[in-house]
């Protein structure tokens, strides 16, 4: 399975897998989910967060979207999409081509 740190045309059958170097962990000083790498702390919300948490590398970003869909009254198609985008921008997950 080949893998690339741009989001590329955002193909559903990719699938997205936090960076080897990136944990998502509970800050209980801000009551907040945050996404900790060496360069940055990304505060997400609760909806971000289990966008990440979904993350494993074996989900598309298809299912990821399909999962929140039964979880939460409304996911728009693109919402998944960019936020997963702006984690690839930031070096926080990575991608694998489906």
Do not use: K, W
């Not at 955002?10 to 960076?19: K, V």
């Not at 919300?45 to 993350?55: H, R, S, Y």
């Amino acid at each position: 399975m080949r893998s690339t740190g741009r989001m590329g045309t955002g193909d559903p059958a990719d699938r997205p897998q936090l960076a080897p170097h990136v944990r998502m962990r509970f800050d209980t000083a801000r009551q907040q989910h945050t996404i900790l790498s060496p360069e940055a702390v990304v505060v997400v919300n609760d909806t971000g967060a289990a966008i990440v948490e979904l993350c494993d590398g074996a989900r598309t970003v298809e299912q990821i979207r399909d999962e929140l869909r039964g979880r939460y009254d409304q996911v728009a198609d693109g919402d998944v999409r960019d936020f997963l985008a702006g984690l690839v921008a930031r070096h926080a997950v990575v991608m694998h081509r489906g």
